[in-house]
């Protein structure tokens, strides 16, 4: 079936440094999703790219979907130490409704 | 409450064992999905209903897996004669707008331990 090969698998950075984790996948999708996973909870939507090429920002994250649209990234800013967690990229089609994850990337912030 | 609420949030069940895992989703929202999570992975699809109708259970692992939604509202995942490979989380997640994923919210999960 359709797979999201998502890396790193985990990163262990400083505070203050920009990260950077992508997705790949061998399919096409016309809508990529990121969202952010802390323990005990569910995922909480961080962007929505809807075009291929998008890039889009939300305070320190910003995403771009691929001109191919088989691929994204996820890039974080000046990391602080809430940004801990674990980072799933997801695509869908506008017909299928339902979306495929990646395995995820588990961030780690050391102050 | 505000929003999709889960319960229980922990189950553990004795292999063999019945479950029933029940979603109420953020009130009005006509799409309401389910997810499996398992330990280190990203969620995967289960079921997607939209109001009552179940359009499509293509991510149900066998045929001890049900999930129902009958008054279009609250819904409940089922599990028959539980195994061990079913421990997981099932998320649930609902949306106002039908069938797009992107506006999904989900709740906080049923983590389901089979022993």
């Known amino acids: 079936g359709q797979q999201l090969n998502q890396s790193p698998q985990s990163m262990f950075i400083q505070e203050g440094e920009d990260v950077s984790m992508n997705c790949t996948s061998s399919?096409?999708?016309?809508?990529w999703l990121w969202y952010k996973q802390e323990p005990g909870e569910g995922p909480v939507l961080l962007i929505a790219?809807?075009?291929?090429?998008e890039l889009t920002s939300n305070g320190r994250l910003t995403a771009q979907f691929g001109i191919t649209r088989k691929d994204s990234f996820l890039n974080i800013s000046a990391s602080i130490p809430s940004d801990v967690g674990i980072y799933f990229c997801?695509?869908?089609?506008?017909?299928?409704?339902?979306?495929?994850f990646g395995d995820g990337t588990t961030l780690t912030v050391k102050p | 409450g505000a929003g999709v609420s889960q319960s229980p949030r922990y189950k553990v069940a004795k292999r063999g064992q019945d479950v029933a895992l029940r979603c109420d989703p953020i009130?009005?929202?006509?799409?309401l999905f389910w997810y499996q999570q398992a330990l280190g992975q990203g969620p995967e699809f289960l079921t997607y209903?939209?109001?009552?109708?179940?359009?499509?259970k293509s991510g149900l692992p066998s045929d001890r897996f049900f999930a129902e939604r009958p008054e279009g509202s609250v819904s409940t995942l089922k599990i028959q004669r539980t195994q061990q490979e079913d421990s997981a989380v099932y998320l649930c997640?609902?949306?106002?707008?039908?069938?797009?994923?992107?506006?999904?919210?989900f709740g906080q999960g049923t983590r389901l331990t089979v022993v």
């Open positions: 790219l809807y075009k291929a090429g």
């Open positions: 997801a695509a869908y089609n506008t017909n299928a409704g339902k979306s495929t």
């Open positions: 399919s096409i999708f016309n809508t």
């Open positions: 997640a609902s949306s106002s707008t039908p069938g797009r994923s992107t506006e999904a919210f």
């Open positions: 209903f939209q109001n009552e109708a179940q359009l499509d």
């Open positions: 009130s009005g929202h006509v799409s």
